[in-house]
């Protein structure tokens, strides 16, 4: 059974840093490209940021200098880094192991909310 677990998300103030986690099983993870992606309030998911097996990365325009995706395959987590954060980074974050062989997984989310 595949299971994508994320964690850390909370209530922050503007310019806080969070750290979120996504812990897999069920899959091996070392050849998934993984992702975090988020759904602000009453908007669509949107990607964040991207990691591929090679560990080459890609990130939206808008947390550019700001988050840093990472991975451990020996520990099979994903992991996010979120520095000086916004109110618009206000969003459930969530967790995404993809494969053009094995298709896609999903996490259940995790809440970010970013306010003074």
């Known amino acids: 059974q595949v299971q994508l677990v994320e964690s850390g998300g909370g209530l922050v103030q503007p310019g806080d840093s969070l750290r979120l986690s996504c812990a897999a099983s069920?899959?091996?993870?070392?050849?998934?490209?993984m992702g975090w992606y988020r759904q602000p309030p009453g908007k669509q998911r949107e990607l964040v940021t991207t990691i591929t097996t090679r560990g080459l990365t890609n990130y939206a325009d808008s947390v550019k200098g700001r988050f840093t995706i990472s991975r451990d395959n020996a520990k099979t987590t994903l992991y996010l880094q979120m520095n000086s954060l916004k109110p618009e980074d206000t969003a459930v974050y969530y967790c995404?192991?993809?494969?053009?062989?094995?298709?896609?997984?999903w996490g259940q989310g995790t809440q970010v909310t970013v306010s003074s």
């Open positions: 069920g899959i091996s993870f070392r050849i998934y490209t």
């Open positions: 995404s192991a993809m494969s053009s062989v094995s298709g896609d997984y």
